[in-house]
């Protein structure tokens, strides 16, 4: 058992090492890469940020979508519902209690 341990570990530190160098070559070499050339003035830029910083909201859009309708019923009368499902044995009680 401790030499087939010893042999995984070994393995995936041979790979892990692999991966590591994986990306490395010339493919990353700045001869490469495309140079980023602006056309933009700083000014411009900056008043485009400030415009944007303006109409953006701080509220996550997740929360806008859900929106939960209100309900007609009551607390009490829910939980003497769920107390009559689970006498009748239509609810699941326990971990031995299956349907």
């Known amino acids: 058992m ?3 341990k010893f042999l995984a570990v070994a393995a995936m530190a041979a790979l892990s090492f ?3 160098h ?3 070559g010339e493919a990353v070499a700045p001869e490469y890469t ?4 602006g056309n933009r003035s700083r000014a411009d830029v900056d008043a485009e ?3 944007t910083a303006k109409v953006i909201s701080t ?3 997740a929360s806008l979508a859900f929106v939960v309708p209100p309900s007609k019923l009551e607390r009490n009368a829910v939980r003497a519902e769920a107390a009559e499902a689970l006498r ?10 299956f349907m």
């Open 2 to 4: 401790t030499a087939s």
């Open 18 to 20: 692999v991966a590591a």
């Open 22 to 24: 994986a990306g490395d």
């Open 34 to 37: 495309p140079a980023f050339v």
């Open 49 to 51: 940020a400030v415009a």
């Open 59 to 61: 509220v996550p859009a």
């Open 88 to 97: 009748r044995g239509q609810i699941p009680r326990g971990e031995a209690n």
